[in-house]
């Protein structure tokens, strides 16, 4: 089968760093997303990996590591605005492309 | 660009009515896509389009018909609507670069089925 796993919900506080973890579990993984959502909203792109290591857009990183099927999304300088679910998804490729999506990690940002 | 769009952005519709959902692109992207997003859950694929004349089941495509006969549009058929089908619907379609995929959401139909 397949699965993503990812904590339900983590809190911060503003300017504080945060690391959300997706451990998945699947057959043709060809490539790991994050989206963030905010509530009554669509989901939008944040970061992809294909290959291994780290990738940086802004605040934004998103890390993976194929061997340990594992990968994750860090915030920096959090800001409020950031409060938002955040998902994994992972692309693979059988027969053709598909993405699955995790359950998402509701962030609450602080003051 | 408009991006994607889906129309109606709400609906009710008692069981055993049919509707269809609307999603229209206008980026010529040949991969779409239709998701349902359950209260505090994560998107399950229902189905999807690798292009015109092209599509394949997702996760959960039972009670659930599409089409692809152009590459903007994508209509989502339901048939007889149930209960289970309350939720909230995404369409996107998805550009790939370098094997980097990209995809972008429309606002999505909020559909309750009473």
Same mark, same amino acid.
Not at chain 1, 62 to 73: I, K, N, Q
């Given at each position: 089968g397949q699965s993503l796993e990812q904590p339900s919900e983590v809190t911060a506080v503003e300017g504080a760093i945060v690391q959300i973890n997706c451990t998945y579990q699947t057959s043709g993984f060809y490539g790991l997303s994050w989206y963030q959502q905010h509530d009554g909203g669509a989901p939008t792109f944040l970061s992809y990996n294909g290959l291994d290591g780290l990738e940086e *857009? +802004?605040? $934004?990183?998103?890390?993976?590591?194929?061997?340990?099927?594992? +990968?994750?999304?860090?915030?920096?300088e959090l800001q409020m605005k950031d409060s938002a679910s955040y998902f994994c998804a992972v692309r693979r490729l059988t027969g053709g492309f598909k993405t699955i999506f995790g359950a998402g990690t509701r962030l609450f940002v602080k003051a | 660009n408009a991006g994607v769009t889906q129309t109606p952005k709400f609906r009710i519709l008692k069981i055993g009515q049919s509707m269809t959902l609307q999603c229209t692109q206008d980026m010529n992207h040949n991969y779409m896509y239709?998701?349902?997003?359950?209260?505090?859950?994560?998107?399950?694929?229902?189905?999807?389009?690798?292009?015109?004349?092209i599509t394949d089941k997702?996760?959960?495509?039972?009670?659930?018909?599409?089409?692809?006969? *152009?590459?903007?549009?994508?209509?989502?058929?339901?048939?007889?609507?149930?209960?289970?089908? *309350?939720?909230?619907? $995404?369409?996107?379609?998805?550009?790939?670069?370098? +094997?980097?995929?990209?995809?972008? $959401?429309?606002?999505?139909?909020?559909?309750?089925?009473?």
């Open positions: *857009t +802004g605040r $934004f990183s998103s890390f993976l590591s194929r061997s340990d099927s594992y +990968g994750y999304l860090l915030l920096q | 239709w998701y349902r997003q359950d209260p505090g859950m994560g998107l399950k694929l229902i189905y999807y389009s690798v292009g015109a004349g997702g996760e959960v495509p039972n009670g659930y018909n599409v089409s692809r006969s *152009t590459t903007e549009d994508f209509p989502l058929r339901l048939e007889l609507a149930a209960p289970s089908q *309350t939720s909230v619907y $995404f369409c996107a379609s998805s550009q790939t670069s370098g +094997g980097r995929e990209t995809q972008y $959401f429309g606002p999505g139909t909020r559909l309750l089925v009473l």
